[in-house]
């Protein structure tokens, strides 16, 4: 004789049945999800560690704005890989004041055609800015009307002297 099996699951007072532990953690799952959706408008860049930030470019796009958060950060520093040939960028303060520029020499750019297998665009890199004022920083970036659903991915950097 089969007997249904069951596989409990202790919650305080209560016990689960298992479709009842894939519902309650598919909640869980969902919920996580949708606060890493909220946030991704403004990435906080955590301390001595970096930071991911993407965003679509669709086709006629002609430029995009990345904002990250910074707190409590003695350097800031990133990698910026943007598909798209012929593009500006411009690092502006939570002030909205610009920083850096495209043609700062503290900025440094690789030509995607340089890379192996070659790529459009390239890459933008910054080592170290000193002293980065805590809040909302972004990078804008104006191009040429792109050709096709592309992605521009930055990944920041926060040091602290601790």
Known sequence: MNHPVECPLTCGRYHLNFVAT????????????????????????????????????????????LTFSVAGADTLGFALIV?????????????????????????????????????????FQLNALAAPADGNWTIRLQFPPAPTKMVVRATIFTRSRY
């Open 22 to 65: 894939m519902k309650l953690l598919l909640l869980v799952a969902m919920c996580c999800l949708s606060a890493s959706v909220a946030q991704a408008q403004t990435v906080p860049a955590t301390l001595n560690l970096s930071e991911t930030v993407t965003a679509d470019v669709v086709p006629g796009m002609r430029s995009l704005d």
């Open 83 to 123: 598909p798209v040939q012929g593009t500006t960028f411009t690092l502006l303060d939570p002030g909205g004041n610009p920083v850096l520029s495209s043609s700062d020499a503290r900025l440094s750019f690789e030509p995607g055609s340089e890379r192996f297998p070659p790529l459009s665009g390239g890459v």
